[in-house]
């Protein structure tokens, strides 16, 4: 064989064709997404013997400490979204705009919290509220609130942040040269393209704010319990069919939320940036 048919010949392996590169993905879901749902779904429906029973859904909406949690998570989870967003939305707009900051290393040090295991974030909040005399002792729910926004901020600025970076700045310069005040301006030209960002934002602040528990256990001493916390309660105690209900429940309002972005454009294209 001459060296330059060699040179020339392709080697196909098998497991490196595009259609068996989905394999591991495939596992992956199957192993840890598939699996875990169906055992949710199956203790949610069952009782302690393992029978068919709608005990766990009974006994959820006829427990009002329960639907209390459940108001409470989303009324907290709102609050931390919304707060999130009023801070996080002009530091995005001041990291991303060249004008004002022209060092990269500024957005990093907002972000570098993130890269801080999760545990040790929530104790130093907590060492640092009780220096101000905010704890679960006296503000629980204050304490908790500062926690949560403190944690899910760096998730807020990240999305915003990357859209903004494709911001259209021909149309702002057009709205300026029209005779927009700034008011006009930020409301006609910027809003409507930072959308996609703060639709991620609000997805990634939202639900994982009601999900947690770790923040609102350790800052409020226990005081506020969010969903979160009450499924890990149910899961601790042995109660695996009112906690796997409970998760159940977590993951419709999940998908309800996803509901609310599918099919929408601006939605994905906020995605492929972020």
């Not at 639709?199 to 409020?220: E, K, R």
């Not at 001493?221 to 796997?244: A, D, P, Q, R």
Request: aromatic share 16%; with cysteine; glycine share 6%.
């Amino acid at each position: 064989m001459k060296s330059t048919d060699v040179k020339n010949k392709k080697f196909h392996f098998p497991l490196f064709q595009r259609k068996y590169l989905c394999i591991p993905y495939g596992v992956f879901l199957v192993l840890f997404i598939i699996i875990p749902i169906l055992i949710i779904v199956y203790y949610a429906f069952t009782d302690a013997n393992g029978y068919f029973s709608f005990d766990a859904l009974v006994e959820f909406f006829t427990t009002w400490s329960k639907i209390n949690v459940l108001i409470v998570s989303l009324f907290i989870a709102f609050q931390t979204t919304l707060i999130c967003l009023i801070i996080g939305y002009p530091l995005s707009y001041f990291l991303a705009n060249k004008k004002f900051n022209k060092n990269a290393v500024l957005f990093a040090l907002f972000i570098a919290p993130m890269w801080i295991n999760f545990v040790l974030r929530t104790g130093a909040t907590r060492d640092l509220l009780t220096w101000l005399n905010i704890n679960g002792g006296n503000h629980p729910y204050l304490a908790t609130l500062i926690g949560m926004v403190y944690n899910y901020l760096p998730f807020v600025i990240l999305p915003l942040y990357t859209t903004m970076l494709k911001l259209d700045k021909s149309q702002i310069e057009a709205a300026s040269d029209l005779g927009a005040n700034p008011f006009q301006t930020f409301y006609k030209a910027v809003l409507p393209q930072t959308v996609p960002g703060i639709i991620s934002a609000c997805t990634m602040t939202f639900m994982p704010t009601m999900s947690s528990y770790v923040i609102s256990d350790t800052l409020s001493e226990g005081k506020i319990t969010l969903f979160g916390n009450y499924i890990y309660l149910n899961f601790t105690n042995n109660e695996w069919n009112v906690g796997s209900f409970m998760a159940l429940v977590m993951l419709v309002l999940i998908g309800i939320s996803m509901l609310f972005t599918k099919g929408n454009k601006q939605e994905e294209r906020g995605r492929r940036l972020w």
